[in-house]
């Protein structure tokens, strides 16, 4: 059975833009962010990217017509041969009615209130629509679906799959939350045998979405909401929350079954609504880091809180031992830590699709899982990797770099001497773009578009910051580690592995010197712990690495500067390397160093 999973709209950030002013600072305030596409044949996760990284669009909401057509030729497929379409969204027309009604219902002005009314009507009709998707479909690809094979998956579900697939398919309790889905912002439940049960009593209403009221403390901080939360993370580590917490003391509201709500709810006609408490709470906004740090703590602390309280209804609700947490929460991973430690599960997985970027993945799998000729027939899933977009071969990188004429210079190593003369690079102050295989999916950068430098020099995060990602000073940075090493360098609880960058865990004392620009202010790293299965170069330059310095860690960022996607192509990558102070890049087997004014041939030898 092939499957093909989509997520994305053409209209969408038009119509946001026109109807819901969803621009500058509010351009990701909107739904089908982060579009892309996967490929599910016979239950094998084969092909899946994420769109922006092929039309160069930071979290784009376009139809993703390029990931489409990339996933088919990837797999050697024409739409013809197409068994089921799955859709990560369900707007029937239930839904409709009840988003409909809850605008209605809500006290604000009647003209406001009208004109919501009429836009959210529109935007059912014109983009999001059974209808309309179809038709969306067909305009972008030239092929028109049969219906009959177009599934639509509620938004909530796909992420519960998501987890549930990459996590081997093992009988799991789940916690999903995100800003909101088609009319819920939480939910939670179990997964047994593939079908899916809803605690129907613990779902959160949008009105009460803790990833929106963090989006909402995002913007008032001056960031970026839907996109900029992760630096409210950074700025937490800088102060200890307030005591007591405003926001404890005087918003949230824990109530039984896990369930929780805000004093005062969040405003679907104004999303700043509640800044004015904000400044009644910590005072007039300021820029400083002072200032910042401490509403990023009291944020942080709050988020715990809640997330902490859905965990323990959950553990009453379930008997079940593993936790799946899936959605755009999911992504805080200076909260996941604790909440795992916290709870009676034995282990608790947070993927690497767990934002809206995995949702094609779940939908997929959610349409797969559930189709007659399947049902109840799936005991596991095959070994995934997240290495499941474009390659490219040497002769493609080869072109490329004569495409940049005179701006470069390169040489092509065998295999074992790109371990050995990186690993010698890396031992001095240098930034280095790593660049091999298929690109990972997701918003981290897993090592295969990786900036790789020497952990040991206490300016280095401040060097790559400035000079490479031309990003706030405050942002941390997070070490590669071997999987068998992790327990020495970083206490890590009950977790034994951490592939994703989804855990933050504290730097043993006796490492913090060695580690001083991967370790936070607060004393604690994002860990990527790798192994020779999942990224056997990478693993080997570590080792290599270490066994000339005797530190057991790299420093690895996102290929790409900040506002840009993760390079993609050859092209992206040299692109990226030429525009910053990156000093080396490693595209597969080629090591390129930037020409002089007056650099002679830029190619010294090949093979």
Known sequence: MIVLGWNGFTRVSDFFAENFGAVGKEKHYLLGHDAGASLLVDGELVAAVEEERLNREKKTTDFPVNSVNWCLERAGLQFSDIDLIAIPWNWSDEVQDQILSSISSA????????????SMHKLFVEVVSPEAVLADFAARTGFTPDPDKVVFVPHHFAHAMTGYYLAGMKDSAFLVSDGRAEIFSSLMGEIRDGEIRVFDESTIGAEHSIGLLFGAITRFLGFVPNNDEYKIMGLAGFAEPPVPNPFLENLVELHEDGRY????P?????????????EQWFGPAQDTRAYMAEVASAAQEMLTVVTRHQVSALESKSDLNHLLFEGGVALNCLNNTPLFEGSRFDDMDVSFGASDTGIVIGAAVHAWISHPDTVGKVKSAPQVTPYLGPEYDDSTIERTLREFGGRVRWRRLADDEVVDQVAKLLTEKVVIGWYEGRIEHGPRALGHRSILANPNFPDIKDVI????????????FAPIVLESDAPKVFDMGR????????????????????????????????????????TPRLAALLRRFTALTDVPCLLNTSFNVAGEPIVCTPADALNCFLGTEIDYVVLGN??????GPSAGPTQESAA
């Open 495 to 534: 977790k034994t592995r951490s592939p994703y960058m989804t855990f933050v865990f504290p730097v043993r004392p006796e490492f913090r010197d060695v580690l001083p620009g991967a370790t936070h202010v607060d004393g604690t790293s994002r860990v990527q712990t790798i192994t020779d299965r999942d």
């Open 590 to 595: 080629y090591l390129v160093t930037k020409a």
């Open 107 to 118: 006290p604000m002005e009647p003209s406001v209130q009208q004109y919501l009314v009429d």
């Open 465 to 476: 910051n400035t000079r490479v990602k031309h990003r706030e000073p405050f942002r941390p």
């Open 261 to 264: 709500s805000f004093s005062s």
């Open 266 to 278: 969040l405003r679907t006609d104004d999303p700043r609504s509640l800044e004015p408490l904000f």
